[in-house]
């Protein structure tokens, strides 16, 4: 089995060099904090949107939301819940896409917070290299490797963009939800 030789960095020639990329890192970090900040509030969203399908208070909400312990857990069980709670097909449309351009946007920003940064002898950041085990050609390797470029700058800002744009979405679909929930459970059942 070949082993990989992972030469140490001149640290010291990076710190000189480090100051004259300071804006480039200064933008990429930005721009990954909004991600952060977009995405955080988005999800937290989804408490309320758990407390209206679950027709229960947002302390309950927020326990059942913070008692599953990853996104992936916590969007699949809205989207059941709204399997069974929701009958009426424009509200299940809605909400599905809700998730689906939330898990979109959650894909771009894992790809940043879960990610090694590569850079030059400069110091300034050229890559990121994803945190995720794959197999290529019967080998198994580390994540891909992307250049950060503009293009890749672009497709954050396009994803800070959607989170804002979802985020007003989400606001306009719960009073929408409330109202339904509300409405549908003052309806008798229809089970005898």
């Known amino acids: ?17 480090a100051a004259s990329h300071a804006k480039q890192r200064t933008r990429l970090f930005a721009l990954m904090g909004n991600m ?23 302390i309950t909400a927020t326990l059942v939301f913070g008692t599953l312990n990853t996104t992936r857990a916590r969007t699949e069980l809205v989207e059941r819940l709204s399997g069974v709670k929701l009958r009426r097909k424009d509200m299940v449309r809605d909400l599905r896409r ?16 879960h990610a090694m940064f590569k850079i030059d002898q400069e110091g300034a950041i050229t890559h990121t290299q994803t945190m995720r085990i794959q197999r290529k050609h019967g080998q198994l ?25 979802l985020n007003r979405e989400i606001w306009h679909f719960l009073p929408r939800l409330k109202e339904y929930m509300q409405n549908d459970s ?7």
Do not use: H
């Open 141 to 165: 390797q580390l994540g891909e490797v992307k250049p950060i470029d503009d293009e890749r700058v672009k497709q954050m800002q396009a994803s800070i963009t959607k989170m804002v744009r």
């Open 98 to 113: 809700i998730i689906r351009v939330f898990n979109d946007v959650t894909k771009v920003r894992n790809e940043f917070n």
């Open 186 to 192: 003052a309806r008798p059942s229809q089970a005898s």
């Open 36 to 58: 952060n900040y977009c995405w955080s509030n988005n999800e937290s969203m989804f408490i309320y949107i758990l407390q209206y399908l679950m027709q229960t208070d947002e």
């Open 1 to 17: 089995m070949a082993e990989s030789t992972i030469e140490e960095p001149d640290f010291e020639a990076l710190e000189r060099s």
